[in-house]
């Protein structure tokens, strides 16, 4: 299978570092083919902007998403968004890598999705009618394709779980995953989460290999998470919200997930 | 009263630069100082990296926290790093206006806080005991001051509502209200959120210029979001986790809420 990861981290010689350059080495030696984007490396630039597109902006003013569409749709983005969706379409499955900072990802990754998610591209994909809302949350261009988070955090894992006080870790990555992932059609594994990195040891570091090759020798075995498809019959059009009948008076993010 | 305004987005002739505009002259005319980062304009730099400090790396190889901590506290920062703390430092009150990119904040305006809070800054402050885990959430250096999001959307309101496919607009914004204001210290008020901004027009733009005013008028009124402080008494230490007597058997980033 072809696989990408698309990773953020300024140091090589870094948890992060040492992570990435296993889960390279063993998807190799299974037998895939892997590309990977690192975008601190790649000098990735973080900021959309008027420079994303080759010509000027389509009206007297830029408009980001309106010059994203003709960028796109003419052949005319930037050199370094048009090869990131090639390997987007080229890839089978995609793995986020990332510390977390500030409860999001690296502004550097951000960035990778401001910019290569263009319209056309990532949304303002399909059509709009009593049905149908476009193709997103479970259809799109990244559709059929697999995509799972590989996080580190800096914070204990108690600190992220239910009633920790940061917020339970599947609702701070909801918005990376249900909002940047399942949105243009990716099937979305469950993350994997290494905790307060400041203890980490060989041992511990041994362990999470072995915990990470487990993830990756079955991404085609994982269950997904089964995030709600916005056009499969659970979501009033256009106002998109659950219908009535659908968890019945429950609110927050977990009443999209099936 | 001193007033920072942190904006993100990259054309001045947009709603944003509309807003931004409209909202420097109410406060100027009622009598505040008023500082704008406009962070397209300054081309802020995005990314958290080794270039950060003034001197090579303290140990063998960049890590970011490590050599944070130490060019905060030897006044070896980046200039551009210590101008924004040294505005934080004079704000009484900071709005943090910004479009809504793929459920977060523009990677610029995410380069930021990565950068502008240092280690020492806005985390890493204060002591760790048996009763008081640092001073965060609630306490620290931005203790006192005010901060408000003011948020663009393209989606509807209902997409955001509280059973919305995007899921309830104050959980997309928890990590960023919580997680970064509330987490160095601030007093978090309401966010001002205009939704589905393709369908501006004047006389639009002129009710939410009046609900702006309002709530700039406001600023040291407005009851805020009374987010639970972490070092009062209603979390576990050392774990932080809810007190089980609190809320009980309830999830979620509601339970953070009072």
């Known amino acids: 299978m072809n696989i990408l990861i698309v990773a953020a981290y300024p140091e090589a010689h870094s948890l992060n570092g040492a992570l990435n350059h296993f889960a390279v080495g063993h998807l190799q030696q ?93 949304y303002g994909v399909g059509e709009h009618s009593e049905t149908h809302w476009g193709d997103r949350y479970g259809e799109g261009t990244l559709a059929g394709k697999r995509a799972m988070l590989l996080v580190t955090t ?15 870790i599947d609702d701070i990555l909801f918005p990376i995953q249900h909002g940047m992932l399942f949105y243009p059609g990716f099937t979305v594994l469950p993350p994997m989460v290494i905790y307060h990195t400041s203890k980490m040891n060989e041992q511990k570091f041994a362990a999470y290999c072995e915990e990470l090759a487990g993830r990756l020798d079955n991404l085609w075995q994982t269950e997904p998470v089964p995030f709600r498809q916005q056009n499969a019959g659970d979501y009033t059009i256009p106002a998109l919200t659950l219908r009535p009948d659908i968890a019945p008076g429950k609110t927050g993010f977990g009443v999209h997930v099936k």
Chains 1, 2 share one sequence.
């Open 154 to 168: 800096g914070g204990w894992a108690s600190h992220y779980s239910l009633r920790g006080i940061n917020g339970p």
């Open 30 to 122: 299974a037998g895939h083919q892997v590309q990977v984007s690192s975008l601190y490396a790649m000098k990735w630039k973080s900021q959309l902007d008027a420079d994303d597109s080759l010509v000027p902006p389509v009206g007297e003013f830029y408009h980001p998403s309106l010059d994203s569409k003709h960028a796109f749709e003419q052949g005319l983005q930037r050199e370094d968004i048009a090869q990131e969706q090639e390997k987007l379409r080229w890839a089978d499955a995609v793995i986020f890598q990332f510390p977390l900072w500030w409860f999001s990802m690296p502004a550097i990754m951000k960035g990778w999705f401001d910019r290569v998610y263009a319209y056309g591209f990532a």
